[in-house]
């Protein structure tokens, strides 16, 4: 007759989360922040380079809905959302999250409003190129909040029902 033996490893995890070491806090906050200063050119650069393949998108749209269009746009926006942090202008990924929402509303409701999606694409343009003040960059913020949410309450009765 044979027997079983059950063997439960020790998780090395634990071991190494309560061996003393490692950098202290403050140095590791150094390094994280010299290594983005050293990655902030190329960041801001792709992060131009998907503005420019989103305003070639935005211009190629035509007046009436078109979900691939509206799905690449979508696709674009998102991909720069966090790249706005690293570049210096946070703004960005804040305009970029409005214009995913925007999408959002835009698909779930089989339309589209070319000057809404286009009012963002510039707005990630001026947030990008231009160097405002902060309080300019939160009247560009709040007024593609209120694009967004113009089409968000349409949608939500939508999918309701």
Request: net charge negative.
């Amino acid at each position: 007759m044979t027997s079983v033996r059950f063997v439960f490893p020790k998780p090395r995890l634990n071991e190494l989360l309560r061996t003393p070491g490692g950098l202290p806090v403050a140095e590791a906050l150094e390094r994280a922040q010299a290594n983005l200063e050293a990655i902030k050119p190329t960041c801001t650069a792709e992060l131009l380079a998907l503005l420019e393949l989103c305003e070639a998108a935005y211009w190629a749209l035509k007046s009436d809905y078109d979900e691939p269009a509206v799905t690449e746009l979508y696709s674009l926006a998102a991909k720069g959302i966090g790249a706005g942090e690293v570049c210096g202008a946070p703004a960005v990924d804040v305009a970029l999250t409005s214009f995913c929402d925007l999408l959002d509303h835009l698909r779930t409701l089989k339309r589209y409003d070319h000057d809404a999606v286009g009012v963002h694409v510039r707005a990630w343009r001026l947030l990008m190129t231009a160097e405002l003040p902060k309080a300019g960059a939160e009247q560009v913020l709040d007024g593609l909040f209120k694009v967004s949410r113009r089409y968000a309450a349409e949608a939500r009765a939508a999918v309701a029902g």
